[in-house]
């Protein structure tokens, strides 16, 4: 499964609440990345993150937080600013270096109730 | 930023027959670039990826194709199976230069291989 995990593999939120959505990966990997995932919307990068305590914004950052804490884990919240949150998000992790391969999480699917 | 376009969006082939997939991108910095399947409802996996220093790579009934003059690769996949019936995403990346390692992806191709 690539040593990258997702929790929990389903999630509902209400309106107005945040939540969490965690990712581990015992790969050793500098870089870490959110991505959310709707319906012919292909992979829009939400945050990502090179080192411990950095992390930079992606195309679709609004509404979402990130930290660093920790080289293995990279946790998204999902705030009550973003608008649509129901999607399909994954992580993902790779070596330091562009040629490298970018290994996925299983997922983790958020409805908003 | 790099921009990857990727066509079809769908396509559908007889078992046996080829596929073909292609992707566009707009940096001349990248020389990475990487296909995902993704099955209905699992994570996107590498199945094959290509650098810029070469012009094609195969692998089994897959094989991928680089014009990096033109800025466009190609994904290409031989006697189609029902089990290749998946979304798969093009990706582009610099190989190098400071922090700036993100995969751009196209959009996704739902190939549907029918029995």
């Known amino acids: 499964d690539g040593g990258i995990t997702q929790s929990p593999k389903y999630l509902f939120r209400k309106e107005g609440q945040n939540v969490t959505l965690s990712c581990e990966q015992n790969?050793?990997?500098?870089?870490m990345y959110w991505y959310r995932q709707d319906p012919g919307q292909g992979l829009r990068l939400i945050y990502y993150?090179?080192?411990?305590?950095?992390?930079q914004k992606g195309d679709i950052a609004e509404g979402y937080s990130v930290s660093r804490e920790k080289k293995e884990s990279f946790p998204l919240t999902v705030t009550s600013a973003q608008k649509n949150p129901t999607a399909f998000y994954l992580c993902?992790?790779?070596?330091?270096?562009?040629?490298?391969?970018?290994?996925f999480g299983p997922g983790t699917r958020l409805t908003v109730l | 930023g790099e921009n990857v376009e990727q066509h079809p969006s769908t396509l559908s082939v007889q078992e046996g027959d080829s596929a073909v997939i292609k992707c566009t991108y707009s940096?001349?910095?990248?020389?990475?670039f990487p296909w995902y399947k993704q099955e209905l409802g699992k994570r996107p996996q590498l199945i094959i990826d290509i650098r810029s220093n070469v012009g094609e790579k195969k692998d089994q009934r897959i094989a991928v194709t680089l014009n990096k003059t033109a800025k466009h690769f190609s994904l290409h996949i031989t006697e189609t199976q029902p089990e290749d019936s998946a979304v798969y995403f093009c990706?582009?990346?610099?190989?190098?230069?400071?922090?700036?390692?993100?995969?751009?992806f196209g959009k996704g191709t739902l190939l549907t291989v029918n029995p």
């Open positions: 790969l050793n990997h500098d870089a």
């Open positions: 990706a582009a990346s610099p190989r190098s230069g400071g922090s700036n390692y993100k995969l751009t």
């Open positions: 993150s090179q080192i411990v305590n950095d992390f």
């Open positions: 940096d001349s910095a990248s020389n990475y």
């Open positions: 993902a992790s790779r070596l330091a270096g562009g040629d490298n391969e970018q290994f």
